[in-house]
């Protein structure tokens, strides 16, 4: 099924390589590396992140742990450089000196390990759990064996340490991995969409797309590109030699259990990609009708005398936002706050007065909110989740929808989305 791509050179026996970040992909880029029998360093600013059976583990395969601030000592000699998603990679320059070791993500390190296996990849500013999700439930509908991972929770590395091949590899693709790509090359690559996102890691939007463009740039014509409609205009300042099909919403899957039209357009983004590796219709149709909405991604967790309780808490960024709100055709109350990371919050003026009866804010950045929507909908501002849910819940109609869509990272009261969207799940079975 998949041609061999040629691929970076693996580390080798003996050379140096720096892990930066202990955390599940950093340990498994670790573990890949000793497999190498590569002297491995791992360096974790938290030193409560290298305890228990996770450090004993890495100590019995002759990993050297360096938990604490970082220096540039620690980088001497290293040959190559392997930093963990969120780790930005100009802050890495500044210990490096004259030193000019290779800086790889851990995707492009397990890519370079793989054998001929063919990778279908996602990425996009919205949307990659969900495609990646649905592309592969509709290889595994067709009988093929599917790993998938990536962004999406399981690192690719540990695929390649598990021994197990499958059919097909799905991986997730961020920006934060993909800037640290230099040969991956996945047979299929869908880039769903871009708006402004993790202006807080890259230094500007440029940086941003150039990362998420890094998908294409070793396919050959043998390969696809699966590209989303606002992406064009960008795509236009890259080389892209593959083939390429422009998605749009062709209605082809109408038994579809997700919310909105956004999902139509990942459907057909999974379709597209699953049938380059000859995934018929009928068992792709099956799939989507079978497909369950994944978690804190617009899953309706309750309904209360009438009123829907609304989990988005994935939606990170405006433009997930405006996706949110464009789903519902009933009344919303919107549940939004937290560390801000961007974008044009003042875009969504038309969408908020036709869909919004409400916004309760939580948590921080309400300055960025009030500033934008003052006089547009109505705003009240809550120190966390469950008072803004109080409150909001107090006024609740039947027919209306409470949708927690945030905009933002969870960082200012939470560990991660996950934890914030368990958290309004936990707030609304209470309010029953």
Known sequence: MALEKSRGRRPGPGE??????????GRAAAKLLRRLNCKTRLLEKNPEALTGAHRQELLDLGVELCPGEHDAAQFENAAYVIPSPGVPIASIRDFLGDSTPEIISEMELAWRCLDDEPVLAVSGTSGKTTTASLAAAMLKAQGYAVFLGGNIGTPLSEYVLDGRKADVIVVEA?????????????????????????????KDMAEYIEAKFRM?????EGDVAILGENVLPYAEKFSIPSRKIILSDSGRFPQMKLIGRHNSINAEAAWQAARFFGVSIENAKYAVANFQPLPHRLETVCDLDGVAYVNDSKCTTVAALKV??????????????????????ASLDVLLRKNVVEVALFGASREHFEKAWAGIVPISWHPTLAEAMADVHGRAMKGDVVLLAPATSSYDLYKNYMERGDDFRRIASGLA
């Open 174 to 202: 961020s920006s934060f991995q993909l800037q640290g790509c230099t040969t991956f090359c996945p047979r299929v690559a869908i880039l769903l969409n871009i708006s402004p996102n993790h202006l807080d890691y890259h």
């Open 16 to 25: 140096l390589a720096v892990v930066i970040g202990a955390g599940r992909s």
């Open 324 to 345: 949110a709100l464009e789903a519902f055709d009933r009344p919303v109350r919107l549940l939004c706050g937290g560390r801000f990371k961007g974008g044009d919050l």
């Open 216 to 220: 294409f740039r070793c396919q050959d």
